[in-house]
């Protein structure tokens, strides 16, 4: 049964993560510069938080808040939903699906192994389903 660190395998080990105490605006940066909508927010070493797209729209955006002079600390999403590396992906999915997120964090005693999207886990799911396929067709036809 696949899990998260089957997804983890096939991505870049590198997470972006930001400082609780960096603004708003250069997280925003850096998730523009990257192309990605969520960065995980660390204090030092340790895990606190994760923010996203949602965060800036929601938290800062409508809140009326300014960018340059909101810290990320202060509008982050704490506590988070994280996975281990051995949770299934079903499971991981479940979460996604149930707390309406698309990013989840894989921690584990406090450490940060990666991130996992719900396009991982579609990814994943597309690549399964046409493994299937193809042992069908050779199941029913014969290898060709």
Do not use: W
Not at 19 to 48: C, F, P, W, Y
């Amino acid at each position: 049964m696949a899990n998260a660190q089957s997804i983890l395998e096939r991505k870049e080990p590198d997470v972006a993560t930001v400082d609780r105490h960096a603004s708003v605006l250069e997280a925003a940066k850096a998730m523009n510069q990257r192309h990605i909508g969520a960065v995980v927010v660390t204090e030092g070493e340790r895990v606190v938080g994760i923010f996203t797209e949602r965060d800036i729209l929601n938290r800062v955006v409508a809140a009326g808040r300014e960018p340059k002079a909101t810290k990320v600390g202060d509008v982050m999403t704490s506590p988070m939903a994280v996975c281990r590396r051995d949770t299934r992906i079903a499971e991981c999915k479940a979460v996604m699906s149930q707390k309406r997120i698309r990013h989840l964090p894989v921690v584990e005693e406090g450490r940060l192994y990666g991130m996992i999207s719900a396009g991982d886990i579609l990814a994943t799911e597309v690549v399964d389903q046409q493994e299937t396929i193809e042992y069908l067709q050779e199941y029913l036809y014969g290898r060709h």
